[in-house]
């Protein structure tokens, strides 16, 4: 059992409210997924060659100073870096991947979370109102937002397992249930030069989305090809840069509600993380149907 928030604000004046609204969403999600959680904001996005990479050291104590000096003796382009805690965002005029690749060697202490022009992600185990406080997720502002609360069902409890999961450039996932074929969708992908990183069923669903996004596929297209593919049960959360999108499987035994107003679409697993929002009691309230796809776009 986890549990799932989204929120879109449709309103740009909102947008310095996003995490204030949010927080009281996830924490609310804690039953559900006491063990971990996560959170992917989407901001406005960087222009030309820039490029965000979120980073994450766990427990270990790494000069994040050091990083962006060792980055910036090995790419001659433009650099810098925000930190919080074990977290930092590292904006770059290089080209990322590359810069990835270099960190994995260069600084193997360091996990990378996230690239895009868009997202920041932030994750972490521990109850989610602890992680709420210890990033700051009240402060932050943005377009949309999708977050995950974890109870560990099928993999370890650690940061690299908890959601949101990610996949090529400014795309992500959350997932609340079970997949039954995730090795198989491995087997698919994996000869295609794709990699996994964790043993997290999720993981799966999120780099087969990701591979047809790449292949051309809209997400939408993405999601229906999915329906034939991903075997169990799911409601998956995703985001991408304009977006966000639920569905739920063809049984839909696992709850999720949607909220919508004029300045807001507001996503959660059950009502009562909805329920401190704006104007809620007249907002338009349904629970998807199975196997249909709700996207709003930006």
């Avoid at 990479?53 to 790419?75: K, N, P, R, T």
């Avoid at 022009?117 to 972490?124: G, M, T, V, W």
Wanted: hydrophobic share 45%.
């Amino acid at each position: 059992m986890c549990g799932i928030v989204g929120l879109l604000v449709k309103k740009p004046a909102l947008r310095e409210r996003l995490g204030a609204l949010m927080v009281p969403m996830l924490t609310g999600m804690t039953e559900r997924g006491p063990d971990s959680a996560g959170l992917a904001v989407y901001t406005t996005p960087l222009s030309g060659r820039l490029h965000k990479i979120s980073l994450y050291s766990g427990e270990l104590a790494v000069d994040w100073s050091a990083v962006l000096a060792q980055v910036a003796q090995h790419f001659t382009e433009q650099h810098e870096i925000a930190v919080l805690g074990n977290h930092a965002v590292l904006t770059t005029a290089a080209d990322p991947d590359h810069v990835v690749s270099w960190l994995k060697l260069g600084a193997p202490a360091v996990a990378v979370l996230s690239i895009g022009q868009s997202i920041d992600l932030y994750k972490d185990v521990g109850a989610p109102a602890d992680i709420a406080r210890r990033y700051e997720f009240g402060a932050l502002r943005g377009t949309h937002l999708v977050g995950h609360t974890r109870m560990a069902t099928e993999s370890a409890v650690t940061p690299a397992h908890a959601h949101p999961f990610t996949a090529g450039r400014d795309f992500c996932l959350v997932h609340n249930g079970s997949l039954s074929n995730p090795h198989l969708v491995r087997k698919r992908l994996e000869p295609l030069g794709i990699k996994f990183e964790t043993d997290n069923d999720t993981e799966a669903a999120c780099r087969f989305f990701e591979w047809r996004l790449r292949e051309g596929d809209d997400l939408r297209k993405a999601v229906e090809r999915g329906f034939s593919e991903l075997d169990g049960f799911f409601t998956f959360l995703m985001g991408t840069e304009k977006e966000l999108l639920i569905v739920r499987d063809a049984f839909a035994c696992k709850p999720a509600v949607v909220a919508e107003t004029d300045d807001y679409v507001a996503i959660a697993s059950e009502f009562r993380s909805l329920a401190h929002l704006p104007d809620i009691s007249h907002a338009t309230l349904f629970e998807p149907k199975p196997e249909e796809i709700y996207s709003w776009r930006i």
